[in-house]
C-alpha cells in the first residue's frame, strides 16, 4: 500500500520542479514502479513521459534530504547522447543531483569513480544516473557500479528510453548493444522494477521488446493517443518528424521547403536531423530548435 500522503507530495514536487500546474494521468505511471509493477510508458512526443521517470524517486527523497534511508537511485538508459546530457543538466539545474555518462564524458575512469563509487559512499548525493548502452554493459561500468552494494542497495528503478530502438535499432548500424539491454536487467537486483518508454513503438514491436527484457506480456502498459493533445493549425507548431531511413527524412525537408508559407524563410524554418551530421551541425540544430527558429525538423526515429 501506498501512503496517500507521500504520492500527494510527490505530485506537489514533480509539478513545482518542473514548472507544471498537475499531472496527467500516464505521468502517474511511476507509482506502478512503487509497487514493484514493471511498465510501459508509450506517449507522444512532447506528452511529459520524463516526469514519470522521476516519481518513485520523489516519493522517497525530496531536494535537500539527506537521510541515509532516503538516498535512492534511478537509472536511466538511453541511446541519444544529446538528450542524455541535456537530461542531466536539466535535473542539475532544478537541484537534482544528476549525471550523464556517454561517449563524449571526458576521463571516464575518473568519472566512475569520483561520481559513483564516492557517491554511493556518502561523499556526494547522486539521484539520477544517465548512461548510453556502450557504457552501461561494459565492464568499466560494472566493475565500479552495479558491483557495489551500495548501489544495489539504494537503486529503484530502471528506465529504459527510446525502448523502440531495442527491437528494430539494436542492430550492427545503430547501437548494436541496445540488444543486449536484458544482459543489464540480469546484473541488476532480482525484481528490481523496469520502466519503458517510447513514443514510436507499435504492438507488435512492444511485444518483442517484453519478450526480450524477459516481462510478462500482461506487465503494465499505459498508452496515450496523439488525439489527446489538442493542436491548433492555425500557424505551423513546432513540430518534430519522424521517418524510418536517412533518405527520407531529407526528402521531407525539401517537401516541406517547397511548400512552405510565403511569410516563412523556408530554409531556417526546416532542417532534417539523422547520424550522418557532423557534431557540430547536430548541436547547431539543437540550439535552432530550443531557441525555436527550426518549425520543422524531420529525423529518423532512432
Same mark, same amino acid.
Given at each position: 500500500?501506498?501512503?496517500?500522503?507521500?504520492?500527494?507530495?510527490?505530485?506537489?514536487?514533480?509539478?513545482?520542479?518542473?514548472?507544471?500546474?498537475?499531472?496527467?494521468?500516464?505521468?502517474?505511471?511511476?507509482?506502478?514502479?512503487?509497487?514493484?509493477?514493471?511498465?510501459?510508458?508509450?506517449?507522444?512526443?512532447?506528452?511529459?513521459?520524463?516526469?514519470?521517470?522521476?516519481?518513485?524517486?520523489?516519493?522517497? !527523497?525530496?531536494?535537500?534530504?539527506?537521510?541515509? +534511508?532516503? /538516498?535512492? =537511485? &534511478?537509472?536511466?538508459?538511453?541511446? *541519444?547522447?544529446?538528450? %542524455?546530457?541535456?537530461?542531466?543538466?536539466?535535473?542539475?539545474?532544478?537541484?537534482?543531483?544528476?549525471?550523464?555518462?556517454?561517449?563524449?564524458?571526458?576521463?571516464?575512469?575518473?568519472?566512475?569513480?569520483?561520481?559513483?563509487?564516492?557517491?554511493?559512499?556518502?561523499?556526494?548525493?547522486?539521484?539520477?544516473?544517465?548512461?548510453?548502452?556502450?557504457?552501461?554493459?561494459?565492464?568499466?561500468?560494472?566493475?565500479?557500479?552495479?558491483?557495489?552494494?551500495?548501489?544495489?542497495?539504494?537503486?529503484?528503478?530502471?528506465?529504459?528510453?527510446?525502448?523502440?530502438?531495442?527491437?528494430? !535499432?539494436?542492430?550492427?548500424?545503430?547501437?548494436? +548493444?541496445? /540488444?543486449? =539491454? &536484458?544482459?543489464?536487467?540480469?546484473? *541488476?537486483?532480482?525484481? %528490481?522494477?523496469?520502466?519503458?518508454?517510447?513514443?514510436?513503438?507499435?504492438?507488435?514491436?512492444?511485444?518483442?521488446?517484453?519478450?526480450?527484457?524477459?516481462?510478462?506480456?500482461?506487465?503494465?502498459?499505459?498508452?496515450?493517443?496523439?488525439?489527446?493533445?489538442?493542436?491548433?493549425?492555425?500557424?505551423?507548431?513546432?513540430?518534430?518528424?519522424?521517418?524510418?531511413?536517412?533518405?527520407?527524412?531529407?526528402?521531407?525537408?525539401?517537401?516541406?521547403?517547397?511548400?512552405?508559407?510565403?511569410?516563412?524563410?523556408?530554409?531556417?524554418?526546416?532542417?532534417?536531423?539523422?547520424?550522418?551530421?557532423?557534431?557540430?551541425?547536430?548541436?547547431?540544430?539543437?540550439?535552432? =530548435?530550443?531557441?525555436?527558429?527550426?518549425?520543422?525538423?524531420?529525423?529518423?526515429?532512432?
Amino acid at each position: 500500500m501506498l501512503d496517500p500522503e507521500r504520492l500527494k507530495r510527490t505530485a506537489e514536487t514533480l509539478c513545482n520542479i518542473f514548472g507544471v500546474e498537475s499531472l496527467h494521468p500516464h505521468q502517474e505511471a511511476g507509482q506502478n514502479i512503487l509497487k514493484g509493477i514493471s511498465t510501459f510508458l508509450d506517449v507522444p512526443t512532447g506528452g511529459g513521459k520524463t516526469l514519470a521517470f522521476w516519481c518513485a524517486l520523489f516519493y522517497h !527523497w525530496q531536494p535537500g534530504n539527506v537521510d541515509e +534511508e532516503c /538516498r535512492k =537511485i &534511478v537509472l536511466v538508459v538511453g541511446p *541519444l547522447v544529446a538528450l %542524455l546530457e541535456a537530461q542531466a543538466k536539466s535535473l542539475n539545474d532544478k537541484c537534482v543531483p544528476a549525471v550523464a555518462i556517454t561517449g563524449n564524458s571526458p576521463d571516464i575512469e575518473q568519472l566512475l569513480t569520483r561520481c559513483w563509487f564516492n557517491i554511493l559512499n556518502r561523499r556526494l548525493r547522486l539521484r539520477v544516473g544517465l548512461v548510453g548502452p556502450e557504457m552501461v554493459l561494459s565492464t568499466q561500468f560494472h566493475e565500479k557500479v552495479l558491483n557495489q552494494e551500495s548501489f544495489t542497495r539504494n537503486i529503484i528503478c530502471l528506465v529504459i528510453g527510446e525502448l523502440h530502438c531495442i527491437w528494430e !535499432w539494436g542492430n550492427d548500424k545503430f547501437h548494436p +548493444e541496445y /540488444r543486449q =539491454i &536484458v544482459q543489464l536487467a540480469a546484473r *541488476l537486483p532480482t525484481g %528490481l522494477p523496469i520502466l519503458g518508454a517510447s513514443a514510436t513503438a507499435p504492438y507488435h514491436v512492444l511485444n518483442n521488446i517484453l519478450e526480450n527484457l524477459g516481462l510478462p506480456e500482461d506487465c503494465a502498459r499505459v498508452q496515450v493517443s496523439n488525439e489527446k493533445f489538442n493542436v491548433s493549425l492555425a500557424d505551423f507548431l513546432q513540430t518534430l518528424i519522424y521517418a524510418n531511413g536517412r533518405q527520407l527524412v531529407e526528402k521531407i525537408q525539401d517537401f516541406l521547403r517547397d511548400h512552405a508559407s510565403e511569410c516563412m524563410d523556408a530554409k531556417k524554418a526546416f532542417e532534417f536531423y539523422h547520424r550522418d551530421i557532423d557534431e557540430e551541425q547536430k548541436k547547431k540544430i539543437q540550439d535552432r =530548435i530550443n531557441s525555436g527558429e527550426l518549425r520543422g525538423t524531420p529525423a529518423t526515429d532512432a
